[in-house]
T-cell receptor, first 116, second 114 residues
Framework: DTAVSQTPKYLVTQMGNDKSIKCEQNLGHDTMYWYKQDSKKFLKIMFSYNNKELIINETVPNRFSPKSPDKAHLNLHINSLELGDSAVYFC???????????????FGNGTRLTVT | GDSVTQMEGPVTLSEEAFLTINCTYTATGYPSLFWYVQYPGEGLQLLLKATKADDKGSNKGFEATYRKETTSFHLEKGSVQVSDSAVYFCALSDHDTNAGKSTFGDGTTLTVKP
């Protein structure tokens, strides 16, 4: 009955590889996000989607490409991985940002990506 | 743009001590304010929130009051437990700008010793 689930939990890969992280939410939320947390715990938004439509696209390298097949899923594909991509990536969801800005974020448990 | 400034950590306290983690914000609009907690190996989870001036959010013994005049939302707990050891994030969501982008502080790591 996990609300926001992301897979895999751990991802270890070599520089130059391409990898994907999947995220699913069963809360009925319209808005989903990807956040990156670095080793100092700083949290930075990468993307947000509302009902499959891209809303926020921060200054993220275009090696990162989100895909939302439906409003319950938001996947993240990363091409040509670099050492600096090593971090914990969190998926999150909330009620529609166009209806309720008081709605808090619900986070998954994160994917720890290590690029060697 | 919007910003959130939190008290720098790490903070180390003994069990049953009083906790304050300071948080101040800058927003162009009229924000809602949140505290999230992150336990080791987990994602962030909502601890409490306040949506308008003078509102007090409370949960699990933690409290924070939305102070518009000082643009602050300090987190307090009267008696901390070892199980409160975690990273605490202050955040805002601005109603007038940013299309729902939440702005987070840098996080404050709390360690409570028995």
């Amino acid at each position: 009955d996990t609300a926001v689930s992301q897979t895999p939990k751990y991802l270890v890969t070599q520089m130059g590889n391409d990898k994907s992280i999947k995220c699913e939410q069963n809360l009925g939320h319209d808005t989903m996000y990807w956040y990156k947390q670095d080793s100092k715990k700083f949290l930075k938004i990468m993307f947000s989607y509302n009902n499959k439509e891209l809303i926020i696209n921060e200054t993220v390298p275009n090696r990162f490409s989100p895909k939302s097949p439906d409003k319950a899923h938001l996947n993240l594909h990363i091409n040509s991985l670099e050492l600096g991509d090593s971090a914990v990536y969190f998926c999150a969801s909330s009620q529609s940002i166009f209806r309720d800005l008081n709605s808090p974020l619900h986070f998954g448990n994160g994917t720890r990506l290590t690029v060697t | 743009g919007d910003s959130v400034t939190q008290m720098e950590g790490p903070v180390t306290l003994s069990e049953e001590a009083f906790l304050t983690i300071n948080c101040t914000y800058t927003a162009t609009g009229y924000p809602s304010l949140f505290w999230y907690v992150q336990y080791p190996g987990e994602g962030l989870q909502l601890l409490l929130k306040a949506t308008k001036a003078d509102d007090k959010g409370s949960n699990k013994g933690f409290e924070a009051t939305y102070r518009k005049e000082t643009t602050s939302f300090h987190l307090e707990k009267g008696s901390v437990q070892v199980s409160d050891s975690a990273v605490y994030f202050c955040a805002l969501s601005d109603h007038d700008t940013n299309a729902g982008k939440s702005t987070f502080g840098d996080g404050t790591t709390l360690t409570v010793k028995p």
